[in-house]
């Protein structure tokens, strides 16, 4: 009978969200989805075509882009599957709204699909979860600061709360939103906390703090200007006719149910509540006796909550009319009509209830009253089971919601520590490589500089060795001289003079010394052609000097360089003649320019020639290699040292190239400005 306290709570609408309020369409960007959402909302066509169209929205939303509107559409589908009852449609629209308003952080879409949650499962009367998504609204609310809001939730907790008998809990939870109403205007709000601390002292047994609570709420009703048809001041004086009931007042309670029952148009307005008043009214004077018209109003008020579906109403109806049965002797229809209360009560799982129809059928059927009595308290016990383990979900689903909401904030800070961490080693590694890289340049820098040095020395090692030879081949020519002055000279001399004496002989003697002498001029002869050999053995090895140092080159570079090398010497450059500088620096480009080619080519062939024209000495230095881009391509140090070291020796460079055709280097040095004029 407690329940018909709680009805005015059908006021509130467990957290204010009416699904069929919210079907109104807004404007939409796309005609076809603002067609659908329509259609999907008239009652008129049959199940399976609204669910049709209800699909085709979630088609074009689905593709759509996560924003505002998005979200917004996605709510219209979920109100759709609502009004269909097809709860499970619902429930999965619902996860994807909250799925999305996670990933843009849209705190008020996300309390939005929490509330629709929470109202499902208080619709169903799981309370458990109803309670875990309000709280869940509750602390989204805290961090707003909405405190209208907070107020709100906190007021739902407490409904969950009462109603699974977590009276204490409850008291605590309208206490605390009064802290928030209070910094508020929102009497309605006040009026609701008011006349719920009522109900829940009342359900206490603290009949003095009930009637104050109530009479706060009356208080407030009067300073509110709100519609009457609500029928708000009928609710709560319904509720302090029933304080004054179970405080065996009964004249009060009855002067206090007539009150609320003289509330003008309540029958039409608020039939709910005007059975609920006659039902009350109707027992309370029977219980002093006042038997009139108490069949007729029974019976009125329990067609009234029939008609509504109102179980809790029913089962407390029939219990009254057992009672009144029972007191006209009808045995009958007083165990007929305990026994629908008890069935309609276990039916609907109504435990509650179920404990006031027990009582009820062990009084008029006393043959079964052991065992009414005996399930009796074991649905009793049961109930304070649950409501104690219910109780300490409840504080332990606030516990895990916290700890959720600290480990988030944990997981944030932990993510921001990790990114800040990795930034730093990031900026570290740049750092120390930006560090290397300098270092390795100023290595690269100071091997150059070395080799620079290095090269330095070759160049003057090499002219030295030029000069040596230069030397040298004085010196042998030198030689050469005297032996022709001092032995060719004087022989020819004596021959000559001593066949000019011969010229005046005649006779077999005189022919005889002349063979002679003949003989010395033939031996001559071949000395003269030695030495002549000899000179030209000279050229060929000043020639071969330089020609082998390169061919030794070319060796060298054949042990370490991948491609084939194919070398030549045009044998008619006359190397004795071209400054030693050109020749130095002939040899150190063709040093410069395989470097490039094992570095860089990748070539299969290398080609190197020394070829001779009227007027220049040039080299040719082709490979089959990757080529490059010679117009764009910053010039490295290696090219710009070929262009300058063939400058220096007056000749000019050449570079022939593309992307995948190989390279041409040329080089040539004029040979008008190269001769050495030698010694006479």
């Given at each position: 009978m407690q329940k018909t306290i709680f009805l005015f709570l059908s006021f509130i609408i467990f957290l204010g969200c009416n699904k069929s309020s919210q079907n109104s369409l807004k404007n939409s960007p796309a005609d076809s989805l603002s067609f659908f959402f329509e259609k999907a909302n008239d009652d008129s066509l049959s199940y399976e075509k609204r669910q049709s169209y209800n699909k085709k929205a979630v088609q074009i939303i689905s593709t759509q882009t996560n924003d505002s509107l998005n979200r917004i559409n996605y709510f219209k589908?979920?109100?759709?599957?609502?009004?269909?009852?097809?709860?499970?449609?619902?429930?999965?629209?619902i996860n994807v709204i909250i799925k999305n308003s996670l990933a843009k952080k849209d705190t008020l879409s996300i309390i939005k699909a929490y509330k629709y949650l929470a109202e499902d499962y208080a619709d169903k009367f799981i309370a458990d979860s109803a309670y875990m998504y309000n709280y869940k609204v509750e602390k989204l609310y805290r961090v707003l600061g909405d405190n209208m809001k907070i107020s709100?939730?906190?007021?739902?907790?407490?409904?969950?709360?009462?109603?699974?008998?977590?009276?204490?809990?409850?008291e605590k939870s309208v206490l605390e939103s009064l802290k928030f109403l209070k910094k508020t205007n929102n009497n309605e709000m006040l009026y609701q906390a008011y006349n719920l601390l009522g109900i829940i002292y009342a359900e206490l047994n603290e009949y003095?703090?009930?009637?104050?609570n109530y009479t706060l709420a009356l208080n407030i009703l009067d300073k509110l200007n709100i519609s009457p048809e609500n029928h708000l001041r009928a609710t709560t004086l319904n509720n302090i006719g029933i304080l004054y009931r179970k405080n065996n007042d009964n004249i009060d309670a009855i002067k206090y149910f007539q009150m609320g029952l003289a509330e003008k148009n309540l029958y039409e307005e608020k039939p709910i509540i005007f059975a609920m008043l006659t039902d009350n009214l109707t027992f309370t004077k029977f219980k002093i006796g006042d038997y009139k018209n108490a069949k007729e109003n029974l019976f009125l008020s329990l067609k009234i909550r029939e008609d509504n579906k109102i179980i809790p109403g029913i089962i407390t109806n029939k219990i009254h009319?057992?009672?009144?049965?029972s007191f006209l002797k009808d045995t009958l229809?007083?165990?007929?009509?305990?026994?629908?209360?008890?069935?309609?009560?276990?039916?609907?799982?109504?435990?509650?209830d179920l404990l006031l129809a027990l009582q009820q059928l062990s009084k008029v059927n006393s043959s079964k009253a052991l065992e009414y009595s005996t399930e009796y308290y074991k649905v009793n016990d049961s109930l304070e089971l649950n409501a104690r383990k219910l109780i300490n979900k409840f504080a332990r689903i606030e516990f895990e919601t916290d700890e959720i909401i600290i480990q988030k904030n944990q997981l944030v800070e932990q993510r921001k520590t990790i990114i800040?961490?990795?930034?730093?080693?990031?900026?570290l590694g740049v750092f120390i490589f930006i560090i290397r890289l300098q270092a390795t340049k100023n290595r690269e820098l100071k091997f150059v500089q070395e080799q620079q040095?290095?090269?330095?020395?070759?160049?003057?090692?090499?002219?030295?060795?030029q000069n040596k030879i230069e030397e040298v081949r004085q010196l042998e020519k030198k030689r050469i001289a005297q032996e022709l002055h001092d032995g060719v000279l004087g022989k020819l001399f004596g021959t000559r003079m001593n066949l000019g004496i011969l010229n005046n002989k005649d006779g077999e003697m005189a022919k005889s010394e002349r063979i002679v002498f003949i003989d010395e001029l033939q031996n001559l002869e071949q000395e003269i052609r030695e030495i002549s050999h000899d000179l030209n053995s000279e050229k060929t090895a000043v020639f071969n000097n330089f020609v082998v140092m390169v061919g030794n080159f070319i060796a060298s570079q054949r042990t370490v360089c991948k491609a084939t090398i194919a070398f030549s010497a045009d044998e008619a450059i006359e190397w004795n003649t071209v400054d030693n500088m050109a020749k130095i620096n002939f040899y150190r480009i063709m040093q410069e320019a395989f470097q490039n080619i094992n570095k860089h080519a990748n070539a299969q062939n290398v080609t190197v020639a020394f070829v001779k024209t009227t007027t220049q000495i040039k080299l040719d230095i082709q490979d089959d290699g990757v080529g490059f881009n010679y117009a764009k391509k910053k010039k490295g140090i290696g090219l710009l040292n070929m262009n300058s070291r063939i400058t220096d020796s007056g000749g000019n460079m050449q570079v022939v190239t593309a992307p995948g055709e190989?390279?041409?280097?040329?080089?040539?040095i004029p040979l008008h400005d190269n001769v050495i004029v030698e010694n006479q």
């Open positions: 589908v979920a109100n759709r599957y609502y009004n269909m009852n097809d709860i499970k449609s619902y429930k999965k629209t709100e939730t906190l007021l739902n907790k407490a409904i969950i709360q009462h109603n699974e008998s977590d009276f204490l809990g409850c003095s703090l009930s009637h104050t009319l057992s009672e009144y049965y229809k007083a165990r007929q009509f305990a026994k629908e209360a008890y069935q309609t009560a276990k039916i609907n799982k109504e435990k509650r800040y961490i990795s930034l730093g080693i990031i900026l040095k290095a090269n330095e020395e070759i160049y003057q090692l090499m002219l030295n060795q190989g390279t041409l280097l040329q080089f040539d």
